[in-house]
C-alpha cells in the first residue's frame, strides 16, 4: 500500500497560518485559563501562526498588546477573566489601536456581553468549548478581511 508520502501533493493546501508573503501572521493569546491557551495555541502552532506572547488577565493583555506592536496581527481575548476583564481591555486596545484585530472567546450563554464587545470593535467571537474548525475559519475570516 502506498504512504500519502507517495502522493505529496494530495490534499495539500497552505497552512492557515501564513500570509502572502510567506511569513506566519502573528497571534497573542489572552486567556486565565491554562488549557484554553494551550488549546488555542496547539490549534494556531499547528497552522504556522506565530503565538508571540499570551496573558492571563486584561491588563497583562494590554501590555502585551503593546509591548509588539505593531506587529500584531490578531489578538485572543476572553471575555471573563480577573482583574480586567475582556471587554475593558478590548476597549483599551482598541483606543491605543483602532485597527487592532481582536477575536473575542466566551462561554456559552454570554451572548450579551458578546454583543456589547462586537459593538466595541470586536471583529468576531469564538463559543467555548473550543472547536479547531470553527476557531481556524473565524480567525481566517478576520484576518482576510
Known amino acids: 500500500m502506498k504512504a500519502t508520502s507517495d502522493f505529496p501533493s ?17 497571534v497573542i493569546i489572552v486567556d486565565d485559563s491554562i488549557f484554553v491557551k494551550k ?7 499547528s497552522e504556522q501562526f506565530d503565538v508571540v506572547d499570551s496573558a ?14 505593531p506587529d500584531v496581527d ?5 471575555i471573563t477573566m480577573p482583574k480586567l476583564d475582556g471587554i475593558s481591555a478590548l476597549e483599551k486596545i482598541i ?7 481582536i477575536i473575542m472567546i466566551s462561554a456559552l450563554g454570554k451572548q450579551e456581553l458578546v454583543k456589547k464587545s ?7 467571537y469564538i463559543v467555548k468549548p473550543l ?7 473565524r480567525i481566517v475570516s478576520v484576518l482576510s478581511r
Open 10 to 26: 494530495l490534499n495539500k493546501k497552505a497552512p492557515d497560518g501564513l500570509k502572502p508573503d510567506g511569513t506566519s501572521y502573528r
Open 39 to 45: 488549546q488555542l495555541t496547539q490549534i494556531l502552532t
Open 56 to 69: 492571563g488577565d486584561g491588563e497583562e493583555g494590554i501590555e502585551k498588546y503593546k509591548e509588539h506592536y
Open 74 to 78: 490578531l489578538v485572543t481575548m476572553d
Open 95 to 101: 483606543e491605543f489601536d483602532k485597527n487592532a484585530r
Open 118 to 124: 462586537l459593538l466595541l470593535g470586536a471583529k468576531n
Open 131 to 137: 472547536d479547531r474548525k470553527k476557531v481556524l475559519e
